[in-house]
């Protein structure tokens, strides 16, 4: 389970007043509501899981830098890789899913690539 890791990076985001407070905020928000029973979210996820699932395991997406997206501002290979994975990752869920899934995958995985990349600016990873 993700969350306690999630919440975790929300709250140091939050008591350190960071930059990218409202994107953990936000990757916190949206993962909780994905993991509650019931929610549009949850249920949107469990319908298309397959898709979702088969499209991003079968992407070679993550050749180069692995394949733990949460993981990729640790290094300064990772964050610049960040945002060609998750363009990857947009495209073959596309190529094999319906424009809902799409929007679901976009709607899990930009917060969290939104906030890698503001972290990889903040340790000087990456340039404006």
């Known amino acids: 389970d ?12 939050a008591k350190c007043e960071t930059k990218f407070v409202k994107d953990a905020k936000e990757w916190y928000e949206t993962n909780v509501d994905a993991c509650k029973e019931g929610s549009k979210l949850n249920k ?13 395991s079968e992407s070679n997406c993550f050749s180069e830098v692995g394949f733990d997206l949460k993981e990729m501002s ?13 363009d ?3 495209r073959k869920v596309k190529s094999e899913c319906s424009r ?7 709607r899990m995985y930009h917060p969290m690539v939104r906030l890698q990349l503001k ?5 000087g990873y990456l340039k404006n």
């Open 100 to 106: 809902n899934v799409v929007i679901i995958f976009l």
């Open 74 to 86: 640790r290094d300064e290979a990772g964050c610049k890789e960040l945002k060609k994975v998750e």
């Open 44 to 56: 949107a996820i469990k319908e298309n899981e397959e898709c979702i699932t088969k499209a991003t």
């Open 119 to 123: 972290i990889c600016y903040a340790r």
């Open 2 to 13: 993700q969350i306690p890791f999630i919440k975790c990076i929300n709250d140091g985001a």
């Open 88 to 90: 990857c990752l947009y």
